[in-house]
């Protein structure tokens, strides 16, 4: 079991940033990918970056050079870095664990909101 406890949401002006950091407990060895994903009310929840055991990274089109992934040595903590933060990245952000292809843990979700 992993459990996954996102925190560091909240409001932001258009331009600021924010630092989303979520906590891995368990059985932190079993996972190989860890990522975030955010989803935006009436819409399809998406992936924003993710970070493989290797170190390997992807982000969405969208948060390039702007959104940086990372984890500690440990891997005990997941951190989402948002820089020049849009009205358009207002969502709920998800921190997620990828064990293989049929086992996933999601955490509970944290709110993130730019106003114009």
Known sequence: QVQLVESGGGLVQAGGSLRLSCAVSGSIFSINTMGWYRQAPGKQRE??????????RNYAESVKGRFTISRD????????????????DTA???CKGQVDILLEYWGQGTQVTVSS
Not at 47 to 56: F, H, K, M, Q, Y
Not at 73 to 88: C, V
């Open 92 to 94: 709920v952000y998800y």
């Open 73 to 88: 040595n440990a891997g005990n903590t997941l951190y989402l870095q948002m820089n020049s933060l849009k009205p358009e």
């Open 47 to 56: 992936l924003v970056a993710r970070i493989t055991r290797g170190g390997s």
